[in-house]
């Protein structure tokens, strides 16, 4: 095919045309993270934040309030920051307003900018924090504990930290020592000035006390160090599910569970656990849950979504919840007082009901095998249901610290200056009697800490011990006390 001097032409100019566009978008559309923000940027994010809140936030709707502090909080920001704002301190402002939802489910995306880091790692003992060095030594070991650091107590240091946490999350250690860590951030929060070092008072129980002067850190540290746990007898040692996802591809992992439910006692570690799988929930379902009267209802849960244009009566089809109409004749007879109650609270805000049920074996194998399940602040998603049920279960206890609660859905968006991904959620759970427990949490029967020893030898021993037959109905909270101690 011949073509014309007038058509190649054309084709140059549609071509010179289009790289024009797309450079356009690129000048118009700044995708880059801005080390600081001016008065009318900011004020365009906080309007984005409080517009996202308002329409997708299912905690801001059980308590208007909420939005209101919210609001007025960001009020007082224009004010505050008249001439523009740094973006680290951005982020923070943000993360105390989002506090104010007390929702287990809110996420900010790391800040790009890294802040000072104290050179040190805290650590409680009872009432008192440990300061430590990188090998976990205390800093000077005749005067361990820290009471002062740039000559504030700590005790303000600790006030001004929870600032970013919300009130259900306060206990949470990681959480907590994540934000202490933070020490620019912090010093900027208590009016203190800013400098290349830090200064710590030491003490010991003599109330001996010490000057110590350090240079600080500019990058990162975890806020603590993970636990290593483990035993000589193999059979007992526990098997860590970090990615729930996996279990659906994993055959080697799933044949590794296989084998370890063989054994008297299995321990699955999922402290860290996250994923949307329900693979493992099935499989502990149909091993470890006790058979149930024909009588009694399947469903565990009753959901509703915050009702926003952007989503589909289909939106929470994909967490295995179906609407309320879709569960037989029987089920919706035996909820059907619950469902009239949870509808009449925000009706107006909320979606209708949907419920999520077990679907175990039809012929459940009895065993007499136990489970204990580690948990923590991390188990989170379907982790959380795992926890959820299995508190319930008689062969099965628990072991680590609370879960947060986090159930709902979550909703992600970004504001459009600052570029900090958001996440918050955008559902509620109900118990089959209505209470709600989005943001309760699950109590494990142990409780221990990474900054607590586990004596784990004694642990398993105790363990095993509940899978005898004479000792199979004794509680788990027996013996709490011998192995923390």
Same mark, same amino acid.
Not at 182 to 208: C, H, I, K, Q, Y
Not at 309 to 325: Q, T, V
Not at 406 to 425: E, Q, R, V, W
């Given at each position: ?131 430590? /060095? ?5 800093? #000077? ?69 010490? !000057? ?30 970090? /990615?729930? #996802? ?22 699955? #570690? ?7 799988? /329900? ?163 699950? !109590?494990? /029967? ?5 900054? !607590? ?33």
């Amino acid at each position: 095919m011949n073509f014309s001097f007038k058509d190649v032409v054309n084709v140059f100019g549609i071509c010179l045309l289009l790289s024009i566009l797309q450079l356009s978008r690129f000048l118009v559309i700044d995708n880059t993270t801005k080390m600081s923000l001016s008065a009318q940027q900011m004020q365009q994010d906080l309007d984005t934040l409080v517009a996202e809140v308002s329409q997708h936030s299912a905690f801001s709707a059980l308590d208007p309030r909420l939005l209101q502090n919210i609001e007025n909080r960001v009020n007082s920001l224009h004010y505050l920051y008249s001439l523009g704002i740094d973006s680290n301190r951005f982020h923070a402002e943000i993360a105390k307003l989002l506090a104010q939802l007390n929702d287990p489910g809110i996420n900010l995306s790391i800040s790009a900018y890294s802040t000072d880091q104290l050179p040190f790692s805290l650590k409680p003992m009872g009432k008192l924090w440990l300061a430590l /060095d990188d090998s976990e030594t205390p800093l #000077d070991l005749e005067h361990p504990f820290v009471s002062h650091i740039d000559g504030v107590p700590l005790s303000y240091w600790l006030k001004a930290a929870r600032k970013f946490i919300s009130s259900s999350q306060q206990e949470d250690l990681a959480l907590t020592l994540a934000w202490l860590s933070r020490l620019d951030l912090l010093r900027a929060e208590m009016g203190l000035p800013l400098d290349e070092t830090v200064s710590l008072t030491l003490f010991n129980d003599e109330e001996s006390k010490k !000057e110590l002067t350090l240079a600080i850190h500019s990058q990162a540290k975890l806020p603590y160090k993970e636990l290593v746990i483990g035993s000589q007898d193999t059979d007992t040692n526990p098997i860590k599910i970090a /990615d729930l #996802d996996e279990l659906s591809t994993n055959r080697k992992l799933l044949s590794q569970l296989e084998t370890a439910f063989e054994n008297p006692l299995t321990i699955l #570690d999922l402290r860290q656990a996250k994923g949307y799988s /329900d693979k493992l929930l099935t499989i502990l379902t149909n091993e470890f849950s006790p058979s149930l009267p024909e009588s009694t209802s399947p469903v565990f849960t009753l959901a509703r979504y915050r009702r926003a244009s952007n989503f589909k009566s289909d939106y929470l089809r994909a967490d295995y919840l179906r609407p309320f109409n879709e569960l037989n004749f029987f089920e919706q007879v035996q909820l059907s007082e619950i469902k009239v109650k949870l509808e009449t609270q925000n009706s107006d805000s909320f979606s209708q009901l949907y419920a999520r049920k077990n679907h175990p074996q039809a012929d459940k194998t009895q065993h007499t095998n136990r489970l204990a399940l580690m948990i923590g602040s991390q188990c989170r998603q379907e982790c959380e249901w795992i926890a959820y049920l299995a508190k319930t279960w008689p062969k099965v206890t628990l072991i680590g610290e609370k879960t947060p609660g986090d159930l709902g859905k979550h909703y992600h968006f970004t504001l459009p200056n600052s570029k900090l991904n958001i996440a918050l959620t955008s559902s509620l759970h109900y118990n089959p009697q209505g209470a709600l427990i989005s943001g309760v949490g699950t !109590e494990p /029967d142990i409780t221990f800490t990474d900054s !607590e020893p586990l004596h784990w030898q004694s642990l398993v021993t105790q363990l095993n011990n509940q899978a005898s037959p004479e000792n199979s109905q004794q509680a788990p909270k027996s013996f709490v006390t011998a192995i923390s101690n």
